[in-house]
Each structure stands twice: as structure tokens, then as C-alpha cells.
């Protein structure tokens, strides 16, 4: 029951391109009004305001009982971690570790998500007194477990290997570990296929199986749902003396979530609302370090911080340098190891932006400005290219040029590269029918990693180019709209309880609403000048590609946000979209 379409990235990310607004509800007769029933009914017992309530209709809230729950959601609505599969043999396993101190390694992957999965299992088992050794494979080493490094781990007797984001898709190395007499204990989010590895335990939301609720955890958030479950069991059996404190550990939840772009909506958000004000209230050693040197300017940790300052610097090391560092980084409990650290951090991620952009300008003086104006794709390779930032490359170029792009380079001896793709279109869907050119690949609706042979990339460009031609549909991805609403419904009392459906990004994007203005007018320095049926002013900023002519009526599509001039408050419209007509 919802109009609202999920963006496939946050809200606060750059501006959507121009694209055709869903105006008007998708709601009709009796929908519409069993929906307009149940916001009155949310208005009237939980005291919100009504423009308030039609959001959360909007959003698929059906009761007062669930409103609350999405206004104020508390640690307590998480999900049971029980409904997890195999989180009983998981959970007795690694409780059978630590009591005869076996050795564990835990490995993870370089990203984010990867690396925060590994702080939490780390920091969780200092508690309980094991050191356990930690494996992060680097870019060169690739994605997952691999043989090779198995087979040294069973030499130094480890006999517990703990797989963190990776081993779902790891069914030959995860054999070849227990025939050294390594069990491991797979905790992932990866898709998995019907065949399930013969692990002690794959605990995974996408398994076929699964009862979990929220099937869009982050790694993270599975190794967050493990804790708890093993800190129930090892309470019930009068393991832990005392109390481990899991609350404090949601600041990594929160970064490998909002990194890894799964949606903000169940467990996802309660995880993410709690882990920002864990971090606005009692910042560790690591945000310390970038509160205290200002990288972070304000001591105000929100979404834009996240996306924009902590995850990129997180990120940066695993691109350029050792993904060690951002793991230290986040476990640093001395605040002068932190901000050494956070040096590091930032050396990767100004030679992550340089490399970054060198590339970037490379392929647009080679493709031209019009970004081969006569095809629908970009596929570009050069063995020079590092291979570390080709998403992020791949991704400016279709951010630049609205095409799908694929950017490749040669690692060893094969070629890798990384997609990106645009709107009305499976990038996913196109990649597999070209499986027969390719090595490996993998990916979903957007982004995509391919690795293919030297002599298959010209065959591959133009088979791409004509797949894409096939599926794409030309429509672009549309503005969602929770609700029409009155400009007197913009009141400070709204704009407080609008922070409250936070925290917004995919999945869960910042409300849009939709207005009747009787007036528009350009005001000078990107703003916009809105006069509404009470002849009252307001201000916005219209981020379109072609300037709009001025209108003696129209209909806007904008997301109110609080902003402060001058120590005062303002409400101030973002317009997505313009309606003229
Ligand atoms: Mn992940």
C-alpha cells in the first residue's frame, strides 16, 4: 500500500536526475479511503500530525501499534536472532571453541561491511579473553576464502574458521578446510544458491530456509544478530560473568549497513537509528579521532557524515592500501593509536580520490563529452588502470553520461571490471546472457563485476552494447511521492516529527511531498522563489539540468528540510520535480 518507489541510492546523494514525476496517488476509490481511515485513526490515538500519518500510510504503516513502533523504534523490536538458520549450531560451535581454547581465525572481506563484520566478532571475543587471528584478503588476493591461505591457517593450528561476509558461494575451499581438520562457521548475506556449503553452520538471511524477517541484512547486521544469540545462550548457560554490552557496538553495524546500501526498512533501520545515537552520544576511539581533528566538522554524525566522510575513508585503505588499517582503525580503543590510524586513513583515501580521477578523465577525453553519443553503453578497458576504484569510476561515468558503463583492467593475467547501470534497465539481467564470453561475474540490478580474457573484450563491448540495446525500456526511474500536502501542514512541530521517520537513505528515503504553488519564480543564486495560495513565500533549490520558466501556478514535488540562517530556523524546500503544465 505504498507509492512510494525506492531510489537505488540515498537521498541525500546527488540530485536525481530529471526524471518523470508519479503524480497523484496509485490509490483509488477503496484504497484510498481505507487509507485515508487508518492515518486518521494514527492521528487521533497516537496525538501525531496528520500530514505526519499520511507518511507513514505512505509507507506501508497499517496500525497506531506499528506507527508508534516506526516513530520510536526501540532494540527491543529487533528481530528474534533465532529465526536465523543454523544460529543454534553456529553459536554452539564457537561456544565449544572458546571453552578448549581453540585457535579461531575470523576473515572477512575489505569493504566496510566486510571489515565492521570482523571489528564486531573481534572486539566481541576480547571480552571473552580469545585473540582470535584475523584475515583480510586484499584486492590482488580477491573477494572470499581461498585454498592456498586455508591450507597455511591449518598448518598454524587453527581449528575454528569463522567466514564474515564471504563463504556462502566458498563450498570447494570450505570442504577443503575440514578435510584439514578445520570446521567453519559461515556468517554472510551473499545470495546462495540451493546448494548450501557443507559448513557447521551458513548463517544467512537469503538461505531458501530462512525465517528471518529482514532478508536485507548487511554482513554486519547478521554478525550483530549472531552476538546477540550467542550472548543469550552463554547468559543461559552462566558463561559470561557479568554483562557484555552488544548496544555499544551499533556504530559498526551502522557504517557496514549504510555501506553496503541495503534498505533502511526493519531491523536494518532500528539498527541504524540506534547506532547514530550511539554515536552521538558516546563516540569511540576511532570517531573520536575525527571529531577531534575536524574531519568530521561539526560533532554532528548523520547520514551525509556517513556516506560522504566515514564509509569512503573506511573504504579507501581496502581500495589503495591494506584493509588492515581500517580494521585497527575501528577497534582502537587509545585515542592517540586512533588518530595515528586515521592519518593513514586519510593518505588512502586522497590517493584513492587522485587515482580516482585520473582515470575518470582519462576515459572522458578518449570517449569524447558526448560519451559516444552514437551508443547506449560505455564499456572501456586499459591494463594501466587501478583496479580498486573502477566502480566508483564506472559509477561517475553513468551519473555523467545516464549510460550504463563497465570499466575494465587487467589483474594478473585476466581482465577485471566493474558496472554500473541506469535506469529502466537490469544490468544483472544483461551481464548474464553475455555469461558465455566472461570467466566470473556477479552483481544485481545496478552494479555488476565481470572478469573475462584478453581476446573476448572488443567481442564483449559490442555483445553488451546489443544486450543493453534489447532490455533497456527508456523509462526513467520516477520521483516517489508519500502525499499531496498543504503548505500550512509545514509546521515546526511537522518538521520535528519528519527527522523522527529517520534515518533516511535507500530503502527509506527523506520524504516528498507533493504541493499546489501559485506562484514560481527564479530568485537568484540556484534558489527558487515559491508563493503558495496565501500569497506566503518560500524558499528551495531546484538542482535541474535546464532552467524552468517562470509560472503563475504549478505543482511541485519537494522534500521540506530545516535549515539554519542567521540562528534562525527555516523550512526550506528541495525540489525533486516541477509539474507546469
Ligand atoms: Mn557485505
Known amino acids: ?147 592456498e591461505k586455508i591450507e597455511e591457517l591449518a598448518k598454524d593450528g587453527v581449528c575454528l574458521l569463522v567466514s564474515l561476509d564471504c563463504g556462502s558461494s566458498n563450498a570447494e575451499e570450505i570442504d577443503h578446510a575440514r578435510r584439514l581438520g578445520m570446521d567453519t562457521i559461515v556468517i554472510d548475506h551473499h545470495e546462495i544458491g540451493s546448494e548450501v556449503p557443507r559448513a557447521v553452520a551458513v548463517i544467512n538471511p537469503k538461505r531458501k530456509d530462512s525465517l528471518f524477517p529482514t532478508r536485507d541484512l548487511a554482513a554486519c547486521g547478521v554478525t550483530f544478530f549472531f552476538l546477540l544469540g550467542l550472548r543469550r545462550t552463554m547468559h543461559a548457560k552462566g558463561l559470561i560473568p557479568g554483562h557484555i554490552n552488544l548496544k555499544k557496538e551499533l556504530d559498526l553495524v551502522t557504517i557496514g ?57 573506511i573504504n579507501a585503505t581496502g581500495r589503495v592500501a591494506r584493509p588492515h588499517k581500517s580494521f585497527d582503525f575501528l577497534v582502537a580503543t587509545d585515542d592517540q593509536a586512533a588518530l595515528a590510524l586515521l592519518a593513514e586513513l586519510q593518505k588512502a583515501n586522497t590517493v584513492r580520490q587522485q587515482r580516482e580521477k585520473k582515470i575518470h578523465d582519462e576515459i572522458v577525453s578518449s570517449i569524447g563529452t558526448d560519451g559516444l553519443s552514437g551508443r547506449k553503453t560505455i564499456v572501456v578497458f586499459n591494463e594501466k588502470w587501478h583496479a580498486g576504484v573502477l566502480g566508483i569510476v564506472a559509477q561517475k561515468l553513468t551519473e555523467r553520461f545516464g549510460k550504463p558503463a563497465i570499466v575494465i ?21 544483461a551481464i548474464c546472457s553475455l555469461s558465455p564470453l566472461l570467466l566470473k561475474y556477479g552483481g544485481h540490478k545496478y552494479a555488476c563485476g565481470i572478469s573475462l580474457n584478453e581476446e573476448n573484450l572488443p567481442a564483449f563491448a559490442e555483445a553488451f552494447e546489443k544486450a543493453v540495446e534489447g532490455t533497456i525500456t527508456g523509462r526513467k526511474r520516477p520521483v516517489h511521492v508519500d502525499t499531496a500536502a498543504g503548505f500550512d501542514e509545514l509546521t515546526s512541530e511537522v518538521m520535528d516529527y519528519l527527522e523522527e521517520l529517520g534515518p533516511f537513505g535507500i530503502g527509506n528515503p527523506r520524504p516528498n511531498l507533493l504541493f499546489d504553488a501559485a506562484g514560481i519564480n527564479a530568485a537568484g543564486n540556484g534558489r527558487t522563489r515559491i508563493t503558495d495560495g496565501s500569497n506566503r513565500t518560500w524558499y528551495g533549490f531546484y538542482a535541474a539540468k535546464s532552467p524552468f520558466q517562470k509560472s503563475d501556478g504549478a505543482r511541485i514535488i519537494a522534500s521540506p528540510v530545516v535549515r539554519m540562517d542567521f540562528g534562525e530556523r527555516f523550512i526550506h524546500l528541495n525540489i525533486k520535480e516541477m509539474v507546469t503544465e
Not at 506499528?66 to 528481530?79: I, T, Y
Open 409 to 429: 583492467t587487467k589483474v594478473k593475467d585476466i581482465w577485471k571490471g566493474s558496472g554500473r547501470g541506469g535506469d529502466g534497465m537490469d544490468l544483472f539481467e
Open 1 to 147: 500500500m505504498t507509492t512510494a518507489v525506492p531510489t537505488s541510492r540515498p537521498s541525500w546523494a546527488s540530485p536525481m536526475n530529471d526524471t518523470a514525476a508519479t503524480i497523484g496517488s496509485a490509490l483509488h476509490g477503496t484504497a484510498a479511503k481505507a487509507a485515508a481511515d487508518v492515518a486518521l485513526t494514527i492521528t487521533e490515538s497516537l496525538g501525531v500530525p496528520h500530514l505526519i500519518a499520511r507518511i507513514l500510510v505512505a509507507r506501508g504503516v497499517t496500525t497506531p501499534d506499528e506507527a508508534g513502533v516506526f516513530l520510536k523504534p526501540r532494540l527491543d523490536d529487533l528481530s528474534d536472532p533465532f529465526l536465523l538458520p543454523d544460529m543454534d549450531k553456529g553459536v554452539a560451535r564457537l561456544i565449544e571453541a572458546v571453552s578448549k581454547s581453540e585457535k579461531i581465525c575470523i576473515w572477512g572481506d575489505y569493504d566496510a561491511d566486510g571489515v565492521s563484520c570482523l571489528a564486531l566478532m573481534f572486539n566481541f571475543l576480547k571480552h571473552l579473553g580469545v585473540s582470535a587471528a584475523v584475515h583480510i584478503p586484499t584486492r590482488e588476493e580477491g573477494y572470499g576464502l581461498h585454498i
Open 257 to 313: 549497513t549504510v555501506g553496503d546500501m541495503v534498505p533502511l526498512t526493519g531491523d536494518n533501520r532500528i539498527l541504524v537509528r540506534h547506532g547514530m545515537e550511539v554515536m552521538n552520544q558516546r563516540p569511540r576511539a576511532w570517531l573520536r579521532s575525527m571529531l577531534g581533528s575536524r574531519v568530521i566538522s561539526k560533532g554532528l554524525v548523520n547520514e551525509f557524515a556517513l556516506g560522504f566522510i566515514i564509509i569512503p575513508r
